[in-house]
């Protein structure tokens, strides 16, 4: 066998970074841990560590790492610690760090990840965000790096797995020059539709925290639990999978399909559809990503085909779910939008799970915010934090205008 891979875990306390860590476990002997992050659980990031063994461990503020330090110490553990604002890119940029798993929630994954592809590493991509908000510039290191961006994502993952095999290779192996568009007819990612599929539309304003964040198939994060909800996490998906596929808008599909079975599927000219199919679990594509370019045990009990009742699939209602339609519109304005949609929407997730804004604010908040900030071109990553940084700003402008009113 080749050479153990050194993995950099950025997020490595969230959800997608303890599933990942699920599947290490089982491959000591093909993966060891190089750095773990998390932003603030210093128990959380010390267990990780007392496990794995890493060589570094990043955790936002010197509080945090003093306290982290002492317990890693008190336990004989010699992990160093580093808390440095470009900490996190020096974890996932150093020479040792064969393949990054880009697991932090949001904007703030968004730099470490560029300097990933910056330096052509592995990139297992789970920060959508980072897609929507700088997806071109993004794209372009990776390619001019030769880094390889493998998508996390359960529906890009599926995607993926159906792409006709010389696109699968050159994403694989940091060689993708753009040639899907007239290789296919489009692809098609499904959506489970969120807790709120059903609930009646005037009900929507009554919706708490505590609900938006209990996702009926799938178990995540908070933010993009409450993404899932308003269906902000599929407009999210749209414009991540134009970037990652290089594909124009009306390439790509999206249907509600509430069993999550088919996450992704290909449809090929000659009338072919290929469909990746499983368990939503996201051990899956994690598992995927991990052991391309062969398969490797995932944990997740396979899938009986006997116990499923039916598979359904039916249009999104853009009138239900305002934030999809948002997003569309963001992808067809260009430019800047995604980026300004991207942090308007975070900003408004927040607030909500503050209880600061009601659930279809959130919405409201996106859509003024996409009013009143003007439209340009960010050719660099400072142009592009700054847009992402003034978004935030108009955003928390228009909520408190609201919490006023
Ligand atoms: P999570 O909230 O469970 O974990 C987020 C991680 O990011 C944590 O380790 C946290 O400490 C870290 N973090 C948060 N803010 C940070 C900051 N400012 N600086 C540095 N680190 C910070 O989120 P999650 O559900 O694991 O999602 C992670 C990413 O993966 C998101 O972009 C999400 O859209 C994407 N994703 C998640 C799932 C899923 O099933 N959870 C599926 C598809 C894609
Ligand atoms: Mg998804």
Redesign the pocket.
């Known amino acids: 066998m080749n050479k153990k891979q050194n993995i950099t875990i950025l ?7 303890q599933s990942t860590l699920d599947i290490l476990r089982r491959y000591p002997d093909r993966f060891s841990v190089f750095a773990l ?5 210093v128990e959380k990031l010390g267990d990780l560590c007392m496990q794995f063994s890493p060589q570094y461990a990043v955790i ?1 503020g010197e509080e945090n790492a003093e306290k982290l330090n002492k317990l890693l110490k008190s336990k004989g553990c010699d992990t160093q610690v580093l808390c440095k604002e470009d900490a ?1 890119s020096f974890v996932a940029t150093h020479k040792d760090t064969d393949m990054v798993m880009a ?4 904007a ?2 968004f730099v470490s990840a560029f300097a990933a592809a910056e330096c052509g590493k592995k990139i297992l991509l ?4 980072t897609l929507v908000m700088g997806g071109e510039l993004f794209m372009r290191a990776a390619n001019t790096h030769h880094a390889a961006v493998l998508p ?3 529906e890009h993952n599926a995607v993926f797995q159906t792409l006709p095999e010389s696109v699968r290779h050159e994403m694989a192996n940091g060689v993708f020059s753009g040639s899907l568009n007239d290789k296919i007819a489009s692809i098609l990612i499904t959506a489970s539709g969120g807790s709120f599929l059903h609930t009646p539309l005037n009900e929507f304003e009554k919706i708490t925290p505590q609900m938006a964040v209990k996702h009926p198939k ?7 639990s409450v993404d899932s909800s308003t269906m902000m996490n599929k407009g999210l998906e749209v414009i991540e999978a134009c970037r990652l596929f290089m594909l124009p808008a009306d390439k790509i599909e999206v249907a509600i399909h509430p069993q999550s079975i088919i996450h992704g599927m290909t449809r090929y000219t000659d009338g072919s559809i290929l469909a990746q199919l499983g368990t939503p679990d ?1 051990r899956v594509p994690i598992a995927h990503c991990l052991g391309l370019p062969e398969r490797i045990a995932s944990g997740v009990a396979a899938l009986d085909f006997f116990a499923l009742d039916k598979l359904t699939f039916h249009r999104p209602d853009l009138q239900r779910f305002p934030c999809l339609r948002l997003a569309f519109d963001a992808l067809k304005i260009g430019g800047t939008m995604p980026c300004i949609l991207n942090a308007a929407n975070e900003i408004a997730v927040a607030a909500f799970l503050d209880n600061q804004i009601r659930f279809t604010q959130i919405a409201q908040v996106i859509e003024k915010t996409m009013e009143n900030m003007p439209n340009t071109t960010a050719d660099n990553v400072a142009d592009l934090l700054q847009i992402d940084k003034n978004a935030r700003i108009a955003a928390d402008e228009i909520i408190k205008k609201f919490q006023a009113a």
């Open positions: 997020g490595a306390s969230g959800s997608i970074g992050t998390a932003y603030s659980q936002n996190l697991a932090i929630v949001g703030a994954g789970a920060n959508k965000e996390v994502d359960s799938w178990s995540m994060g908070r933010k993009i996201m």
